[in-house]
């Protein structure tokens, strides 16, 4: 659907195999781009996110897919650097007033026009990417917005920190976390999907979330880079190194694979 960065389709095969094989609602707190909770398509699930445009994306989907796909078209036909520049700028001008449809258009077509796909926003929660070179990039999938409705019609969206968001999970809950990263070195820095940080108090905030559910009898998945520090904040849970091919830098020579945690508690 969106191209985010953590983005893990790349990682779900791993991610599939340590899955528990029953569970009531799935939750799903840091959605992003959502690729697991996609790739699941739950009967029941909670989908949030803390971001929100993701959040006013995927509520605009689930209400009316036709009226995104009619804008969409929209901006595929007119689609040129200018274009680009000019959606861009109306985006981050809080004075235009767009209906849910146009503003979840608009995003879309942002993101699989920008360059590398990147959505970063800076300080101030503008998004500041240049456009990409793409000769033909898929700006308007009919198929992909229909089928990502289906999925979306059977989940809850809400627009929440996490804690808040999984505040009504029960025993025999499912629940993926995927935060923020911690970074693996100190420029690795990559923290602007809102212009929040989620430094390590954030993170041992979360671990004691996990814990908290596991002792309540919820199953808790979650992924991170494989860095002492995380280690050291789950003990007590299944904590197993996978490779994962990143894309956060954005100099393609220093991409490459880097090690990444699944850790799993409560199955
Ligand atoms: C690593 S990304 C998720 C990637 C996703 N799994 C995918 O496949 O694209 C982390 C997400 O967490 C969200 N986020 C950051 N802080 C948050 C918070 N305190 N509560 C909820 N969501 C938060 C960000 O907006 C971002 O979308």
Known sequence: M???VGGKTKLLPELLARMPERFNRYYE???GGAALFFRLAPRRAVLADANHDLVGLYTAIK????AVIRQLKLHRDSHDEAHYYET???WNDREVSWSTPERAAAFIYLNKTCFNGLWRVNRSGAFNVPIGR???PPICVPEALHAAQQVLSRAEIRRADYRTAIADAKAGDFLYFDPPYDPVTTTANFTSYTADVFGADEQRALADTARALVAKGCMVMLSNSDTPFMRSIYKGFRVERVKCPRAINSNAAKRGD?????ITGGY
């Open 29 to 31: 707190p840091f959605a």
């Open 63 to 66: 209400k009316d897919a036709n």
């Open 2 to 4: 969106v191209k985010w």
């Open 88 to 90: 861009r700028t109306r």
């Open 258 to 262: 880097v090690d990444e945690l699944i």
């Open 134 to 136: 793409y000769t033909d």
